[in-house]
Structures are given as structure tokens and as C-alpha cells.
């Protein structure tokens, strides 16, 4: 496994997601309004929405497209049949550090 610093806490304003690439792996990271930071892969697998774009709650993030819903912290669909892979992340001295395997 490996370390990567992919952005302080504070480029990303609480309530919204952005997008990042790292290594080969395109990931989503989000800052939740609770002070909460998740990440996950960066596209709905249903029809490729931008989950960086989507609305967040606590806990959740909302596709853009067609509002297919899933939880932060275990990628699990709700209310429907997909789920997304989801990162583990860490922030430190306003650091968001994310942990990819070698693979990715």
C-alpha cells in the first residue's frame, strides 16, 4: 500500500467533492459538511456520472445524473443495485492522504 497527499482539507469546501488523479486511479474525495472526508472511484458505474459533482450529506453522495445514491464510507448503494469502490483517506496537519495499493 501506498501513501499519497492528494490536497489540503481546505481546497475543498465542506458539502462538496472534487476530483483527483492518482497514480492510475481516478478518485473522487469529498469533505463532508459534518467534517467528514471520504473517497471514492471517480464515476457512477450506472451511466458515468461525475460523483464529484453530486450532492453530499453526512454520509451519502448523490450521481448527478440520475440520482442514484451511495453511502461514503462503504460505496454501498442505496436504493439500488450498484455500488462504487471506495478509498481509504486520512487528513493530517490539513493534509488528505489517500491509500492506494500497488496496483493502482
Do not use: W
Amino acid at each position: 500500500m501506498a501513501l499519497h497527499l492528494i490536497a489540503r482539507l481546505s481546497d475543498i469546501p465542506p458539502g462538496e467533492g472534487r476530483s483527483f488523479i492518482v497514480g492510475s486511479a481516478e478518485v473522487a474525495v469529498f469533505h463532508t459538511r459534518s467534517a467528514g472526508v471520504f473517497a471514492t472511484q471517480a464515476y457512477c458505474p450506472h451511466k458515468g456520472g461525475p460523483l464529484a459533482d453530486g450532492l453530499t450529506d453526512g454520509a451519502n453522495v448523490v450521481c448527478p445524473l440520475h440520482e442514484r445514491i451511495y453511502s461514503l464510507a462503504t460505496g454501498e448503494g442505496i436504493g439500488n443495485e450498484c455500488s462504487v469502490k471506495v478509498y481509504p483517506v486520512s487528513v493530517a496537519e490539513d493534509g488528505i492522504y489517500l491509500e492506494l495499493d500497488a496496483a493502482s
